[in-house]
């Protein structure tokens, strides 16, 4: 929206309320629009590591009961373009190359898809006290990471040649929440 500054207004006491409300209208919204993109455009909508608490509405991909059973590291068993949304909820921590499967998130989802993906905090104990975590993500990681200008596993040729858009990032109690779509 625009808005005239004019010394008269009241847009620097409203400015923070509007910050906020939409931030939340983004949390409580996006999954649900990114879900009916999904429908509308026919793609498939996916759950990685979903077996233990599936998404509603998504194929589950997983070691172990799940629609697709499957070890991630090796990559994910679905045609190129053919997710509209993808979901990883406490999963990348556990897989040893994390180029890779943000590559295979790339190559899986169709342009303009959306991934949620969600990790422990690195601030706290929650990403180092478990044993099964190899791979250390933090609030930079995708900014830094993947991001055109930053990307050094692009420049240096690590096999990562995807683009994606951070749509937000923020915090789910000690998690941190990214939300990112293939540019």
């Not at 409300?21 to 793609?43: H, I, N, P, S």
């Not at 498939?44 to 194929?59: N, S, T, Y």
């Not at 905090?121 to 099964?132: E, V």
Request: hydrophobic share 40%; proline share 3%; glycine share 8%.
């Amino acid at each position: 929206y625009i808005y005239r500054i004019t010394g008269n207004n009241t847009w620097l006491q409203r400015n923070a309320d509007i910050q906020t409300k939409t931030q939340e209208l983004f949390v409580q919204y996006a999954w649900q629009l990114a879900m009916r993109d999904c429908e509308l455009r026919g793609l498939k909508a996916v759950d990685l590591g979903g077996a233990i608490d599936p998404r509603e509405g998504c194929i589950t991909l997983d070691t172990q009961d799940a629609d697709i059973v499957c070890d991630l590291n090796q990559g994910i068993p679905l045609a190129d373009n053919s997710v509209g949304l993808l979901n990883a909820s406490h999963v990348l921590e556990h897989l040893r190359d994390p180029i890779k499967i943000m590559s295979e998130i790339h190559r899986v989802l169709a342009p303009g898809g959306w991934a949620f993906i969600e990790v422990p905090s690195t601030d706290g104990r929650g990403a180092f006290q478990d044993p099964t975590h190899v791979n250390f993500i933090t609030e930079n990681t995708f900014t830094r990471y993947f991001d055109n200008q930053y990307c050094w596993a692009k420049k240096l040729g690590y096999g990562f040649n995807g683009s994606f858009q951070i749509e937000k990032q923020y915090w789910n109690e000690a998690n941190l929440v990214t939300v990112m779509r293939k540019v």
